[in-house]
């Protein structure tokens, strides 16, 4: 599943070709029922967009955020526009991302492509095999009611020790892996992110917060944005099984990274065996000589 990495991997890459001027909209048969998953008031149609300008893309956690300007909107005066601005949320879900296509490079015939950004040169497809991603074109308005349910990006100044120590007082009986994977908390934290994180920072991630001293706060906070960090700078993470490809195409590099995750050895001691257990139904993987 794409973590904060990945999606930050994927916005970077598309952000360097804008501005995109969008000549039209193309999208699968399936493509509805993404946006059915927004929940969000006001979904305007997809071909809204045609003819405006991609100025943007932003992130927060694992949304992607287009910002499309000089929108025709001709829709009811409830809706909230003054700038002629939509946005397109987008989340990947399990297997979904975007890729680049250059006009000139039709000898590549995509799969699973469910909505594309077409350009005069290029497009932005958004390939989706599993198809738990969502999508949706929504106002300013309703774009940030729906970010509202989402706690500080994990690369935000807002994610400190002071947060996480709110976030460890409001769940004292929960792990601090299911914690950290609480999207309402650390938005952008997905599993092998959140078991690498308790690895560097040496805490079992079956430790309850209430358990946590209040030095090791700081070390989480520090850990958080190491193991982030590299990730992104390996232009995300995919597993040897396969999966996770990012903008360009190519499969990311922070495989080498982890230390637990999917490993046989620890990668810290380079003696233990790591150990693999469930939180929450989620395969969990520590080292028990690193780890306390
Ligand atoms: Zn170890």
């Known amino acids: ?49 045609e003819g405006s300008s991609l ?28 700038q002629n601005q939509l946005y397109l949320l987008s989340h990947l879900g399990m297997s979904g991302y975007w890729q680049i296509r250059q006009k000139n490079n039709n000898s590549i015939k995509l799969k699973h492509v469910h909505l594309s950004l077409v350009g005069k ?35 935000s100044k807002k994610l400190n020790t002071t947060h996480i120590k709110k976030a460890l007082l409001r769940y004292p009986n929960r792990s601090l892996k299911k914690i950290l994977l609480d999207q309402t908390l650390f938005a952008g934290m997905g599993n092998y992110l959140a078991n690498e994180v308790c690895a560097h920072a040496r805490i079992l991630p079956c430790r309850l917060a209430k358990d946590i001293l209040i030095q090791e ?33 190519e499969f990311g590099k922070g495989i080498n990274n982890l230390v637990v995750f999917y490993q046989e050895i620890c990668g810290m001691c380079g003696q233990e065996k790591v150990v693999k257990t ?6 969990t993987y520590y080292c028990p000589k690193c780890q306390h």
């Open 1 to 49: 599943m794409p973590e904060l990495a990945e999606v930050e991997t994927i916005r970077s890459q598309l952000q360097r070709f804008l501005p995109l001027e969008i000549v039209n909209i193309s999208t699968s048969s399936f493509a509805n029922n993404f946006i059915k998953k927004t929940k969000s008031n006001f979904p305007f149609p997809l071909p809204t967009i």
């Open 55 to 82: 100025i943007k893309i932003n992130r927060h956690g694992k949304y992607l955020i287009f910002q499309f300007n000089n929108v025709s909107i001709n829709v009811s005066s409830n809706v909230s526009n003054d």
């Open 121 to 155: 040169d290029i497009s932005f497809d958004y390939i989706d095999p599993r198809r738990f991603g969502m999508f949706a074109l929504m106002d300013q308005k309703n774009l940030k009611l729906k970010l509202t349910t989402q706690g500080p990006d994990l690369t």
């Open 217 to 249: 706060v700081s070390t989480i906070n520090k850990t958080i944005k190491k193991v982030v960090n590299i990730a992104i700078k390996s232009k995300g993470t995919t597993l040897s099984k396969g999966g996770y490809k990012n903008a360009e195409g």
């Open 278 to 283: 469930y939180i929450d139904g989620r395969g």
